[in-house]
């Protein structure tokens, strides 16, 4: 039974054991280019809860991490950021302002910094991450093709600032290890052929020295689960929703 607690922590131990250096992506800046490290990102799209637990367990077994948190009520609790941060996790903010702003870069932008101010008087946010936005037409990363994050104190932004012809990109989004089959926007460009993978057979490569050397985990807490009903639960709207992407996709693709 895949995306259980006790395999996510299976997976951290052989994470720390083969990669050592685990680290937020802030803190990835500082690595050479010859180091090995892995990169654990999480995008809280929901279920904040569900975030801190997987924050404690990394955080018992001496491993940080990136949490990205949408602004979202259902995910905006200050509380459970200040403990995720006090255990010495990196916390970035997950936006979606484009998409929320229609595609108007204006309206984007001015969201943008007030919504990054919440979460500074929470946190000295230093990197973001975009949100997918599968269903919207409109991709957020396209607000910086008008301006320019930095200008915000921001230093990076995965999608933008990490080299994934260097490092390996790995997702759960699909709810299975780069499944292209349904990823509309969390993908990169990259020189790795390694799709479609299950959470045991990640666990096995890495253990077998499989992957590079540089690589980053891309983990969305509202999956994992022990206990069984929102376990399916969760399996159950996944399926639902990577039909619905699929579908999406092969619109998109016959149309352009």
């Not at 250096?21 to 279920?47: E, Y």
Request: aromatic share 12%; with cysteine; net charge positive.
């Amino acid at each position: 039974m895949d995306f259980n607690l006790t395999l996510y922590s299976e997976l951290l131990v052989a994470v720390k054991t083969h990669y050592p250096a685990t680290t937020s992506f802030l803190s990835s800046f500082q690595a050479k280019p010859g180091d090995r490290f892995a990169i654990l990102r999480h995008d809280v799209d929901k279920n904040p809860l569900n975030a801190l637990k997987i924050a404690r367990m990394e955080h018992t077994m001496g491993m940080h991490g990136t949490y990205y948190f949408r602004i979202h009520p259902i995910v905006f609790k200050p509380e459970i950021i200040r403990e995720i941060a006090a255990m010495g996790h990196e916390i970035g903010y997950h936006y979606e302002d484009f998409t929320k702003s229609h595609g108007n870069a204006e309206k984007a932008i001015e969201s943008f910094k007030h919504n990054l101010e919440e979460f500074r008087k929470i946190y000295p946010v230093k990197t973001i991450c975009m949100d997918g936005r599968p269903l919207s037409k409109y991709n957020n990363l396209d607000l910086w093709k008008q301006y320019d994050y930095r200008d915000y104190g921001i230093v990076g932004e995965p999608f933008l600032d990490l080299d994934f012809s260097k490092v390996l990109y790995l997702t759960d989004t699909g709810r299975g290890w780069n499944m292209v089959k349904y990823s509309v926007r969390d993908k990169v460009n990259e020189n790795f052929n390694y799709h479609n993978i299950s959470t045991a057979q990640l666990i096995s490569d890495i253990q077998n020295g499989i992957l590079p050397g540089q690589i980053m985990l891309n983990i969305h807490p509202q999956r994992w689960h022990d206990r069984s009903l929102p376990w399916l639960t969760e399996l159950v709207l996944q399926r639902i929703k990577n039909g619905l992407k699929w579908g999406l996709i092969k619109v998109r693709g016959e149309k352009s």
